[in-house]
């Protein structure tokens, strides 16, 4: 895509699509209000402005903590092109968490939905000044507790009708933000320990929303239903600036993404374009899906005839491109690698997927493919403008870490030269911590973590990552993991229970039965998993894992919590 921006940052993408797209809707809510690409330009003034009154200033950090709403556009448009820096927050990280994220990264401001407003409200010594309620910005007093805080959100709205005026004076106004300005500060993590703020430049993020047009075909005529938080560099690039660039318009429901609730959202928006991870699309096909091949023994007889598996596959396509909205063109996975399985499945069932590869580091996405460009088990192709190489290939398989230049690499770790030298080298080289190859055609393909490999008995290279994958395609395995101990291989898996108690009550068995067939339904998954792995990657214990593992973000296993 060719683009008219005159500088690569966030004020001149918004400048150029509120001229060219002033009355596209630009943000809304699922069967709600909307704003279009003018209204959002003013709403952008406006608060920028409340912060300005508040004494932030070029440079300055402000946290933004909250749910998927369009507020959370405007705040963090409002941050950003008035060149202070903004510092999203995971609504999942807990209130020690926040006020870390708040300390270490010297956040002068705060946007806060009520609903988490609970974790700032408390007194803690920070450089906190301001305090500000997304849902319509009102300033709330330092230390507010929950009871008072409705006088202030009743007031916000006169409050803000107050500087609709100043706004006006405040558009006219030549804010000198350039490319290579702080944009952002992204933590990956929000504890104390373990804590990198990645930081972003203007013409990090842009650049990387520009990429993506490389390879996915998005444009003014696109709606998107945003599933994921907006906080993460994946839903806020792609999911956000990208929307933005190309004059689209993005949806958001107000409550947790859940079936009950995405269902009829679907319906409502029937989104063209969406973002995605893993998780959501093999939980439908393991829950919802797989058992309508499996149960019924006719069924089951035919799905293992290859030209049949195809044609149910077919129709089982067409029925989730129906439960989608009946309209999507491209339904972009990343954040994670996807299930074999559920990719052979969704290839035969001819559904619009779309493979990305990426990293918070890099703004995120490197590399990728549309949907018709998929290749099994790949990532794709590096986009356009950036470099990919592998670090010390292995001469025989090709396998290496995989490096990566260009203009959406970060600047560094906030406030951590230390680990910021040890990923980013003086010629922009980032090394990802990935394991990868190339194939002659110049398709990327993610092998694993470089710290998760496990090193064999006669020095080979085993990947949890291959092994998990194959313990998933497993009928009775929702998730698993694989790890070392003790020199041997050790996996934990988290089962279907809803489908396992189904069967145990048909078949009335007591506590004690049912322990004993999990047992052996364990023993069967090893025996059957290690027949289909290579002999070094033989797993010698199954441990039964009772409760869904923790996730990050994007849904991978937070595998240091097991490990």
Known sequence: MTTNLSTLTLNALLKNSVQTYPTHIALGEVDGATINYSALQDKVHVVSELLSNQGIIAGDRVALLSENKPQWGIAY????????????ILPDFTTAEVQHIVRHSGAKAIFVSEKLYSKVEDEFESSLR?????????????????????????????????????????????????????????????????????????????????????????????????????????????????????????????????????????????????????????????????????????????????????????AAGKKLLRFFGGELRSFCIGGASLAPEVEHFLREAQFPYAIGYGLTETAPLIAGTDPAGTVLRSTGKPLPGVEIKIDKPNPHTGEGEILVRGPMVMQGYYKDADRTSEVLDKEGWLRTGDLGAFDSN??????????????????????????????????????????????????????????????????????????????????????????????????????????????????????????
């Open 442 to 563: 110049g398709y990327l393909y993610i092998k694993g973590r470089l710290k998760n490999m496990i090193l064999g008995p006669s020095g080979e290279n085993i990947y949890p990552e291959e092994i998990e994958a194959v313990l998933n395609e497993e009928a009775d395995v929702l998730e698993s993991l694989v790890y070392e101990q003790n020199g041997q291989l050790i996996a934990r898996v988290f089962l279907n229970y809803e489908e396992l108690e189904q069967m145990f009550s048909s078949e009335k068995l007591n506590d004690s039965e049912i322990k004993e067939r999990i047992v052996a339904r364990l023993e069967m998954i090893r025996t059957h998993v290690n027949s289909q792995v290579k002999p070094f990657s033989r797993i010698n214990k199954i441990i039964e894992q009772t409760e869904p593992f923790d996730k990050t973000p994007t849904q991978k296993i937070k595998r240091y919590l097991y490990v």
């Open 77 to 88: 448009l409002a941050i950003t092109t008035m060149g202070a820096v903004v510092v999203p």
């Open 130 to 314: 301001s305090v500000f309620i997304i849902e319509d910005f009102s300033t709330v007093p330092l230390r507010t507790k929950g009871e008072r805080l409705k006088e202030f959100i009743d007031q916000g709205s006169i409050e803000l009708d107050k500087l609709r005026g100043a706004a006006k004076r405040w558009a006219g106004r030549t804010r000198e933000v350039q490319e290579d300005d702080l944009a952002s500060i992204i933590y990956t993590s929000g504890t104390t320990g373990n804590s990198k703020g990645v930081m972003l430049t203007h013409k990090n993020i842009v650049s990387d929303a520009i990429a993506t047009t490389g390879i996915i075909d998005v444009n003014h005529t696109d709606r998107l239903l945003s599933i994921l938080p907006l906080s993460h560099a994946y839903e806020c690039t792609l999911g956000l600036v990208l929307v933005l660039l190309v004059g689209a318009a993005v949806y958001y429901v107000d409550k947790p993404p859940t079936a009950r609730v995405l269902t009829p959202a679907l319906q409502s928006v029937k989104p063209t374009i969406m973002c995605s991870v893993p998780l959501v699309i093999e939980k439908i096909f393991k829950t919802r899906i797989l058992p309508q091949f499996t149960q019924k023994r006719v069924v089951r007889g035919l799905y293992g005839i290859n030209f049949m598996r195809r044609t149910l596959h077919r």
